[in-house]
């Protein structure tokens, strides 16, 4: 409203230009995001030079190409959201952005590992850098993110494709099982010549469009319908048809792709999208119990998830003598050493040893190699940056004004944070490990393109939710005043 | 490269992180969203914000008007004159249950879209009548030269007219009156 007197505004040329009497509109905070936005390339360099000064004791050759790249895909963004989504959030951006970066740098300083290479070498590799790459794909991601905001004029546009999400989203998520597993999981998609993609990361913004679409509608009935008991309010039967299907469906993706992460992931977002939609506490009740039931059954059964908890209850087996036959991998064990040598303030920039984790240093371990190399300072750092990104989504689900976008900004964000959990529960050793990547961090094309997508979601309805009201029609001056006859 | 400048850097760089942290949660303090910051923002503000902040109490529920506008109004009866209204309350009609802090502006009273109070009543015009205090604090009640006019207790008004604490104002079906 406009106790805007006392606050340090930023949007400056939109204030002084209007009289104090009329009312002012909401600042649009761009120049905040824009400053944000340089700190947050800026950051990266540092920390970029920081490498190069310790490994080499020089700078880097490639860091101007580097500094440059960053700042021009964030430079990029921000002119778009300024231009298609002036009151967006001014978070979001820089928030990727500085994720983005700083995964880049750990990427290459993994690149100079003569470990790895020695390693790729042995196994009949030849050893290629993926710094280059994740460039290259986090200019692919920035492109999808400018297309989302430019071409999406309203997030609720994406409410008439209720339906043929859920198609799209179960063609993506059933799709890896006709192809090859990959490392014990089969969530790829190998288009010959290409490369391969990982559906499940775009599947998941496909399905929050579903699942907030589908809620909007039958919110009411799971709502309202239920009977009470013991302080729960149990729902009909007939109305646990939905959760009972996206459950059966997340057992499905275990079972068949031994895909653990995706497996919570899924089942996490609709179980917290039901709550919101509801408000009802059972079926967070409902939820735990169903996935702890069904993670307990599948995780004693299926081969590869039971290897999976095994080297999770068990990660140093790996150096017993003799080697259990299921321990195959010192992944774990060596990601749980990179923590532990990081200390509180971590080896530095370049003179940790993550690469002993070997190829999945700069992918699905990433956030090791920063706990020793950053410390727990750093790791806490960046956690927090994720919990910041969440929080502004949760804070645009608050402010939106339709229900679908409500919906729609919760699913992502709990999306979001339910992946950074999974990760980072599974590479510390607080849950069995998964086959998923850090957002932003990790080098993986699927992973940052589709998550500067999910961001992209994210910022065009914060910035419906926060753009000022069109003036209200003048419907009831319009109509005549009754006359009382005495 | 020496151990004390990597030791330097490996801790700067840390401190520089934490600082973007820390100048990101700051911008979100500062962001307008909060409704935290509105209400502090004391009488600076308070006059041009009136009408909208009464529309908008127009339409959510009623607990909430009576929160803020009591929380307001205990506020203000600090400062108060003994014996003065602190509020104005709708007792009948559809908006029965609002209640404004009286804090020394201009109430309008209508179904024109700016009015403070905008009236859902079908026998209320456009601008009906205004309540203001005069220069000793006295609120006065105006009719705007209304259809059907404004009734204070029985009489219909013609001139503007002190408001007696607790006299019912009557427009149309709604009746307002002046509360401590």
């Known amino acids: ?299 004693s059964v299926e081969p590869h998830v039971k290897v999976r908890v095994m080297a999770w209850l068990h990660p140093f087996a790996v150096y017993d003598n003799p080697r259990p036959s299921w321990a195959t991998t010192e992944q774990i064990a060596q990601a749980l050493f990179a923590f532990g040598s990081g200390g509180v303030f971590g080896t530095g920039w370049g003179q940790g040893a993550s690469d002993l984790i070997q190829f999945a240093a700069n992918s699905d371990f990433i956030f090791a190699s920063y706990g020793e190399e950053l410390g727990l300072a750093g790791a806490m750092a960046i956690l927090l940056i994720y919990g910041l990104i969440v929080e502004r989504g949760v804070r645009t689900a608050l402010a939106a004004r339709d229900p679908f976008g409500k919906l729609l900004a919760t699913g992502l964000s709990a999306a979001f944070g339910i992946q950074v959990f999974v990760v980072a529960g599974g590479v510390m050793g607080l849950i069995p490990l998964t086959g998923m990547t850090m957002p932003f961090l990790a080098a993986g094309g699927s992973s940052v393109i589709a998550n500067w997508a999910l961001l992209a979601i994210l910022i065009k309805i914060s910035d419906t939710a926060r753009r000022p009201a069109p003036a209200p029609a003048p419907s009831p001056d319009a109509e005549m005043t009754q006359v009382v006859r005495p | 490269m020496s151990e004390l400048t990597l030791t330097v850097m490996r801790l700067g760089f840390l401190a520089v992180l934490w600082l973007f942290v820390i100048v990101a949660v700051q911008v979100i303090r500062s962001d307008l969203f909060g409704t935290r910051v509105t209400q502090r923002g004391s009488r600076r503000g308070g006059g041009e914000s009136r009408p909208q902040r009464a529309q908008a109490q127009a339409a959510p529920p009623q607990q909430r008007q009576q929160q803020t506008g009591g929380r307001r109004a205990d506020r203000r009866a600090d400062r108060g004159r003994r014996g003065a209204p602190t509020k104005l309350v709708v007792s009948e009609g559809s908006l029965a249950g609002t209640t404004v802090a009286l804090q020394g502006q201009t109430i309008s009273l209508g179904r024109a879209h700016d009015s403070t109070i905008v009236l859902d009543d079908d026998y209320a015009s456009s601008r009906h009548a205004r309540i203001y205090p005069d220069r000793d604090g006295q609120w006065i009640v105006e009719d705007l030269g209304s259809t059907n006019g404004t009734y204070l207790d029985r009489t219909r008004l013609t001139t503007p007219t002190p408001i007696p604490l607790g006299a019912p104002i009557r427009i149309g079906k709604t009746v307002i009156e002046l509360r401590k």
Not at chain 1, 16 to 38: D, H, K, M, Q, Y
Not at chain 1, 42 to 50: D, G, K, Q, S
């Open chain 1, 1 to 299: 409203m406009s106790a805007m007197p006392s606050m340090p505004s930023s949007a400056g040329s939109n204030t002084t230009a209007t009289t104090t009497i009329s009312t002012v509109g909401p600042p649009s905070r761009r120049n905040t995001e824009l400053a944000l936005l340089a700190f947050a390339v800026i950051l990266p360099c540092f920390a970029y030079a920081n490498v190069g000064l310790a490994l080499n004791g020089e700078m880097p050759s490639g860091m101007l190409g580097y500094g440059l790249g960053l700042g021009l895909l964030g430079g990029v963004g921000h002119l778009v959201v300024r231009k298609f989504a002036k009151y967006a959030d001014p978070l979001l951006l820089p928030l990727a952005t500085l994720l983005n970066g700083l995964g880049l740098v750990m990427i290459w300083r993994l690149d100079q590992s003569e470990r790895l290479a020695r390693l790729a070498k042995a196994q009949g590799f030849t050893f290629q850098p993926s710094a280059p790459n994740q460039l290259m794909f986090s200019a692919l991601g920035i492109a999808l993110f400018v297309a989302v905001v430019i071409f999406l004029k309203d997030h609720r546009i994406l409410q008439r494709y209720t339906y043929i999400s859920m198609v799209v989203a179960l063609v993506l998520l059933v799709a890896p099982v006709f192809f090859p597993g990959k490392f014990g999981a089969k969530i790829w998609i190998v288009i010959p010549g290409l490369g391969s993609i990982q559906p499940g990361e775009f599947a998941k913004i496909i399905l929050a469009i579903f699942f907030a679409g589908y809620l909007m509608v039958k919110r009411d009935a799971l709502a309202l319908a239920s009977r009470r008991f013991m302080g729960l309010y149990l729902p009909r039967g007939r109305d646990l048809g939905p959760i009972v299907a996206v459950w059966a469906l997340s057992l499905v993706i275990l079972v068949f792709e031994t895909d653990l992460g995706s497996s919570l992931l899924f089942f996490g977002m609709f179980v917290v999208m039901l709550y919101v939609a509801t408000e009802r506490t059972s079926w967070i009740v409902f939820g735990l119990l169903m996935s702890a039931g069904g993670a307990a059954v599948v995780g």
